[in-house]
């Protein structure tokens, strides 16, 4: 099982063909929502790729938090340590441009009111093959899982993003890193991906970072690097595309793949995504990653 201790947002999706600068108000061509939350995201992705699942998050009392379970419930993921609280969930605004890029603004709402994990998470976190965790709760939650899946000796994989500092207490009980190349470049100061990689690996593990069309990066403490290239694909959204390749990626080293295996599954399963508008709406399955795969 995987347990990833994380955010549910809705998704509020507005597609444009060219984003508004500063003071800028441009006219959009289509609006949907959609839901999403990095956390949510991946556990749609892991759950998609193969693997059985458990959600640990909060969503509000609101029709989107109802929404939210679900959608995580159609996908196969365990939602009994999907807590509802009082007030809104969290929705993330997104704009989504012609290319396929996009930028957001995430409300925390009921993702804000986690502290850390109850004794239940514990208990789901503890038997679990692999624990995932992004940074749209209180650090002080994100820092609580990390040590209990620490402690349990359960492989703890953090995506940092939003991007920001990092404490040692909780770097000190991540397994894996996965930035993209900004997150990597804002966690450590250096220019070039080999350098921030480097710097990286100063304080974890094991460190792998996303490239985009470009594929993905990986180095461990051992002295293993490894660049996997993405297939050439045609983009239509990228939205969810990092939170598929972890979500694959985590399965795939879950079921015993080696590093060049997992990576090329996950960078596949994200290469599927980016080809499909939505967040959890464009994750493909374990048969079409293996079809691509095949192919």
């Known amino acids: 099982m995987i347990s990833v201790f994380g955010s549910a947002n809705m998704d509020l999706v507005a597609y444009v063909s060219e984003a508004p ?6 006219t959009g061509h289509r609006f949907r929502t959609v839901p999403g939350g990095k956390g949510a995201n991946q556990a749609i992705a892991a ?25 995580l419930t159609e996908a196969g993921v365990d939602v009994h340590g999907l807590r509802q609280v009082p007030g809104p969930s969290g929705i993330a605004h997104i704009v989504v441009d012609d290319d396929g890029g996009n930028s957001i603004i995430v409300v ?9 994990p109850s004794g239940g998470d514990l208990a789901t976190i503890a038997r679990s093959r692999a624990l995932l965790l992004q940074l749209e709760l209180p650090m002080a939650a994100v820092v609580a899982a990390a040590q209990a899946g620490q402690v349990s000796g359960v492989p703890v994989i ?15 009980a991540v397994t894996t890193i996965v930035p993209n190349e900004h997150e ?7 220019k070039g991906v ?10 974890v593990e094991e460190v792998v970072i996303t ?11 051992s002295g293993a690097r490894l660049r996997v290239p993405a297939d050439e694909v045609k983009a239509v959204d990228t939205t969810a595309a990092g939170d598929t390749f972890v979500g694959a990626l985590a399965v795939a080293r879950s079921e015993g793949l080696d590093v060049a295996q997992a990576m090329r599954f996950a960078s596949v ?27």
């Open 108 to 116: 925390p709402g009921a993702n804000g009111t986690i502290t850390g």
């Open 158 to 172: 953090l995506t940092p993003a939003p991007a920001q500092p990092l404490p040692d207490d909780l770097l000190d």
């Open 269 to 295: 399963a994200a290469g599927l995504s980016v080809q499909r508008e939505g967040a959890s709406t464009s994750m493909p399955t374990r048969r079409q990653i293996e079809d691509a795969l095949g192919r």
């Open 21 to 26: 600068k500063r003071g800028e108000t441009v």
């Open 211 to 221: 490239l985009g069309s470009e594929g993905a990066l990986y180095g461990s403490r």
């Open 47 to 71: 759950a998609r790729a193969g693997a059985e699942v458990s959600f640990l998050g909060a969503v509000g009392d609101d029709g989107f938090g109802a929404e939210m379970r679900s959608t």
């Open 184 to 190: 990597a470049a804002a966690l450590t100061g250096v």
């Open 194 to 203: 080999e350098a921030a990689l480097d710097a990286l690996l100063e304080r």
